[in-house]
């Protein structure tokens, strides 16, 4: 099973821009799927981006134009670059990573806080 630590959470005004990583271990990580997802507070949690071992990346429909996923294979890494924040998008943010054997780990989250 992967490991996933997430940082770079935190306070940010509306309209600037935080970027959240994930620093993984315990697998082979170019090789697995790594995604972003959030939970509001009172709302399901829900898929905010998505990058493939090969480097296809896919977003929610909320979140196209400002966010940006990629990953650095040399340091076993996730990111999301999210620009323009919205009050909206305040969420907890986990990491996420599955494997070539359907293997599903979560990171513990981040808080993501941006004020009106």
């Known amino acids: 099973q992967v490991q996933l630590v997430e940082s770079g959470g935190g306070l940010v005004q509306a309209g600037g821009s935080l970027r959240l990583s994930c620093a993984a271990s315990g697998s082979i990580f170019s090789s697995n799927v790594m995604a972003w997802y959030r939970r509001a507070p009172g709302k399901q949690r829900e898929l905010v981006a998505v990058?493939?071992?090969?480097?296809?990346?896919n977003y929610a429909d909320s979140v196209k134009g400002r966010f940006t996923i990629s990953r650095d294979n040399a340091k076993n890494t996730v990111y999301l670059q999210m620009n323009s924040l919205k009050p909206e998008d305040t969420a907890v943010y986990y990491c996420?990573?599955?494997?070539?054997?359907?293997?599903?780990?979560w990171g513990q989250g981040t808080q993501v806080t941006v004020s009106s």
């Open positions: 996420n990573a599955l494997d070539p054997r359907l293997t599903m780990s």
């Open positions: 990058i493939t071992s090969g480097g296809s990346t």
